[in-house]
């Protein structure tokens, strides 16, 4: 997994121009989130209060899930629940079935990257267009999205404008932001105007009201639910937050975080649907009541997916968000990965990052993010024989100062050897990219002790 | 005082100066400084590639050898944390809490226990600090640049080398940025801990530093590595080499 991993980092995001301008974006986004927080006076007591909301509400998820659902059923919602990625898959599309519905205005929701709705609505001829610009420019691309809040990131102006020419006409080697989003908006407005259903995701569920609370910068979710007859919105069941004042913690740090902005440009509150409209409400579970059940990690289903950690993240930032190779990319998706995929290559994400700690230290619900990185490293990810069997006997002479001391006289004796490439040479990753240290002449008990006899002679 | 010189195993077999450094300068400060040569590793490389048994036995071994001590030193900050850090899961809470309490790294060891800054150090050169992210962010050494509560000024690390005759501090950018090395990442990622670490060698040489210093041996092994691969960069030097060093490098 690893190996692919790195392989596919250096192939999907080339050293050079297009690796230095994904590391600079990405790293913006930090700074940004950087400022906010410290702009706002309330930001660490917010994270804080976030955390407890967060958990609170996990511990009683019974209780507000089915709040939730009487709440929203009440107002006029239907609320259904999907078990794993292909009940959400078979729910929606026999709803779109039902009304006859071909075309589906679609707003971000990780939730539907996660369970392939897309690919799932296409096959039974549902037509499915992206409306967030950032997953519009990776569907025309016929790629996922790399970032779970920008997912096109790793994309230049130039790829864009390319792209734009070849799907939408737009002026050969225009690249400019303005004319090619102006191009995008054109050709999304008459999809939206002939869209049969909406599909949306959701930033959280409030139980006290059965809202739906859907945060975009573009608009895009709000122009879809007002046009269309049906809107479905799909979420994973940790979404419910308990009332409507808990919002005044969760909208002040969310955008703070992703962008740095004070608040998203748009933050719709939607109780029931609309008159003459339909409402649908489907809350996954895709593996999330067994990661519930798991006291050391549960907390990552705190998340509220601002991408803060994946900002901060030396190996994201230089990997890109494909080389995880699932929905959900940087710190929180390898701490998600084992939870929520079976996959092994997927559960050995963990072993993805320098475990440097800042993803912990950005999070806004306070996610013990890279600790959990090592814990899931010592439970569950399937580690190789191989490494089972050296970390075995490299243990085995640790334990025993007279072997190690050994080992130590031997590495230095055949030192000269080791800066050689061999197949079998154990710092062979070592002499990928880096110089052999300098010889270190003798170990430092060896001359400790020496130093301690020269004193005590006379 | 009393000093128990926990040096770990890579410092002990790759960067030997560091281990020797940190007694003459403890001594110095008048510690009297010993090393048990029963010890050999902390548990850490298995901690992180995820081999919780052998951390187990080695952090046991390692927590019964220094169980009678006033205070165990060390110059690496990631095996200090995870000494403090990850102990708990791997020979319970009681031992570990004792222990973690008695385990310091060097540089926080001579501020925080012998209350010193000016340790007489002389070295008048241009040094950029590598803040490593264990001694951070987990033995809060300095103050995380992503951290948004107020700075309640400078990190222990730093305000140790500000006190150093001669010597001109360099800020290079993104100053607290990994620097790849990761211990079992590098071996597992050999691409992307080299592509972290030559961007961190670039921006110390852009601050202009003949110097990079630091706290972790590993780091400064893996950004040395880098370095004599490039042919250019700032050399690497340990705490520990910067505070005892007298007439200069």
């Known amino acids: 997994m690893s190996a692919a991993f790195d392989r596919r980092a250096a192939q999907l995001l080339p050293a050079g121009d297009r690796l230095t301008a994904h590391d600079s974006a990405v790293f913006a986004l930090r700074l940004k989130r950087d400022a906010a927080g410290r702009a706002e006076p309330d930001f660490e007591r917010l994270r804080e209060q976030a955390r407890r909301i967060k958990a609170h509400a996990l511990d009683h998820l019974d209780v507000y899930l089915e709040r939730f659902e009487a709440r929203a059923q009440a107002a006029g919602a239907r609320v259904h629940f999907a078990g794993d990625a292909a009940d959400l898959q078979r729910i929606a599309l026999e709803l779109l079935a039902a009304r006859g519905a071909r075309r589906v205005v679609k707003s971000k929701s990780m939730l539907t990257e996660e369970c392939g709705l897309n690919p799932h609505l296409e096959r039974h001829g549902i037509e499915v267009v992206d409306t967030d610009l950032g997953e519009r420019i990776v569907q025309l691309g016929g790629e996922p999205p790399s970032h779970i809040i920008m997912p096109a990131i790793h994309r230049t102006r130039a790829d864009i404008g390319a792209l734009f020419e070849r799907e939408m006409g737009s002026a050969p080697g225009d690249t400019d932001p303005g004319r090619l989003t102006a191009a995008a908006r054109r050709d999304l407005r008459a999809r939206f105007l002939a869209a049969d259903a909406a599909i949306t995701g959701a930033n959280f569920a409030v139980a006290e009201t059965g809202t739906l609370v859907i945060v975009t910068n573009e608009g895009n ?39 740095g902005q004070a608040i998203s440009a748009y933050t719709s509150l939607v109780t029931g649907p609309r008159p003459g409209a339909e409402l649908h409400v489907i809350l996954v579970d895709n593996g999330r009541t067994r990661l519930l059940a ?30 995880y190779g699932w929905a959900v990319p940087g710190p929180i998706g390898a701490v998600l990965a084992p939870a ?23 999070c806004p619900v306070k996610i013990d993010l890279h600790d959990q990185l090592v814990a899931w490293r010592g439970s569950d990810s399937p580690r190789p024989a191989g490494a089972r069997r050296a970390a075995r006997w490299a243990a085995r002479i640790l334990a025993r100062p007279g072997l190690y001391r050994a080992a130590g006289f031997a590495a230095r004796a055949l030192w000269p050897l080791l800066g050689r490439s061999f197949p079998a040479n154990p710092a062979r990753a070592w002499l990928a990219a880096r110089a052999l240290p300098e010889h270190p002449g003798a170990s430092f008990r060896a001359r400790f002790r020496a130093r301690s006899s020269a004193r005590e002679a006379p | 005082m009393d000093v128990e010189l ?45 081999a919780r048994e052998e951390a187990a036995r080695l952090a046991r071994r390692h927590a019964s050898l220094f169980q009678g001590a006033d205070a165990v030193v060390c110059p690496s900050a990631s095996c200090v944390a995870t000494v403090r850090h990850r102990y708990t899961d791997l020979i319970g809470e009681a031992e570990a809490k004792a222990l973690a309490a008695r385990t310091f790294e060097l540089g926080e060891f001579i501020s925080r226990v012998l209350n010193r800054r000016d340790v007489g150090a002389r070295f008048p050169h241009k040094v950029a600090l590598l803040e490593s992210c264990h001694g951070l962010r987990e033995l809060e050494l300095g103050w995380p640049s ?29 100053r607290d940025e990994c620097c790849g090395f990761g211990g079992a990442f590098s ?63």
Request: glycine share 10%; proline share 6%.
């Open chain 2, 146 to 174: 992503e951290r948004t509560s107020r700075a309640p000024g400078v990190g222990v690390t730093e305000s140790l080398l500000r006190a150093v005759d001669g010597l001109e501090l360099c800020e290079a950018e993104r």
């Open chain 1, 221 to 259: 979710a709000d122009l879809g639910m007002a046009l269309a007859p049906l809107h479905i919105a799909c979420l994973g069941i940790e979404k419910v937050v308990p009332g409507l004042a808990d919002l005044a913690v969760f909208l002040r740090l969310l955008a703070r975080s992703a962008t």
């Open chain 1, 340 to 362: 929520l995929t079976s996959s092994d290559e997927l559960r050995r994400l963990p072993f993805a990052s320098t475990l440097c700690g800042s993803c912990s230290a950005v």
């Open chain 1, 294 to 323: 798991n006291p050391r990690h549960r907390s990552a289903l705190a998340c509220i997916r601002c991408g803060a950690c994946l900002n901060t993240c030396p190996v994201y930032r230089r990997a890109g968000g494909h080389a």
């Open chain 2, 6 to 50: 926990f040096i770990p195993c890579y410092v002990d077999q790759l960067a030997p100066q560091v281990g020797l450094a940190s007694a003459a300068l403890l001594e110095r400060l008048g510690c009297r400084v010993r090393f048990d040569p029963r010890q050999t590793c902390c548990g850490q490389p298995f901690v992180t590639s995820g």
């Open chain 2, 187 to 249: 071996v597992e990622f050999p691409e992307l801990s080299a592509r972290i670490g030559r961007a961190k060698l670039a921006a110390l040489s852009a601050s202009g530093a003949e110097f990079v210093t630091g706290t972790d041996v590993s780091c400064l092994l893996h950004l040395d590595g880098l370095r004599r691969r490039a042919g250019a960069g700032p050399r690497p030097l340990h705490l520990a080499e910067i505070l005892a060093s007298r007439a200069g490098a």
